[in-house]
């Protein structure tokens, strides 16, 4: 069980699931506890008797996390909008009696649209809003909206960026923020161009420029290796390292369609392939050796932590969570499940998981 009584920091943790007690419409004090996977000892955490935020007993959509702070939508007191909401409830080392939870404007719409376009696919943010009250939220919608937020800004101002290009290059592709280049970025869902948005923005929030990715020394493979890959279905993600270096990861998963159960079994993904930038050039260079990081994705923004800083990680690997569950060694180029050393303990697991990473508790 984890416990916030020492200075210390979390191993990055899965979190997959909340038991609640108590009714969340009638009763005025409910408590809950958190469920996490530690992929280091490859068993499960509880944050036990967590008080259920009254933002959460409302018909909510968790829309992705960032930093550990969950980005929501809440159904409003007269029920006729949803509200937007961050907060650092399913953060394992944050306040149990008193979760921090904060409002954000509402999202903008893209004219023409219509309302499912509001539908998030993921989130990013400039920090935690423990470590500054100048923090910035990406909000990835589907379709081409981002949606900016900066609560703590001079002008509290919020609105929505509308990508200009073709909207089937960027439908559901995901965005990070970059600390190296203080910008969010994302990349087409083929990941052929690459977008950029200032992240300290005030009032003029539609300028974004588009870039063209060059990809070399892609890996030599069989025929029937390419085929295999034409068959799966392929998602593009950008990751930075805690130095600073950029990689760029093809997801390749093939006949899956996640359950509502977490099995911990690797199932639909089959291959990986990362690409180092280059970064004078930008140029992506395919690689099977990033050192001693380990790579996290999955439905939160991904990042990246050094295998050495938490004994039982494997370097030069994958930790992976979405189409399928389990650690890819890159070098190899194998997938394996993880191997729960309480497997019963996660029949309850629902689909909204999310990735943390190392958080330090004080």
Known sequence: MFSSSSSTTTNPYLMYGTTIYGNPEEDLHVRSDIHYFDPVKENEVIVRDKTLPMEFRKECVLGGMSHGWVVFKARSDDKKDKVLYISDYYTPCGSKSNPKTIPLHPMGQQPGRPAQYLNITNVAMTCSPDQSNDFAVAVNCLGPVINFFRPGGKHKYSGSVHFTTPLQHFNQSKVMYSKRDEKFYTTSVNGQFLVY????????????EVHELRFINHPELAQSEWEILDSCSKTVHLVESPSGQRFLIKWYAQNHQPGKKITFLC????????FREEEETRVMSYTEDIGDLCIF??????FCVKASSFPGLNPNSIYFAGDGFGVYDIATRKPRSFRPKSPAAFSRASPAFQWIPPIMSL
């Open 197 to 208: 948005y200032d992240a300290f923005f005030e009032e003029d929030m539609t300028g974004s």
């Open 297 to 302: 994705l999955g439905n939160s923004e991904p």
């Open 267 to 274: 199932r639909g993904t089959k291959r990986f392939m990362v």
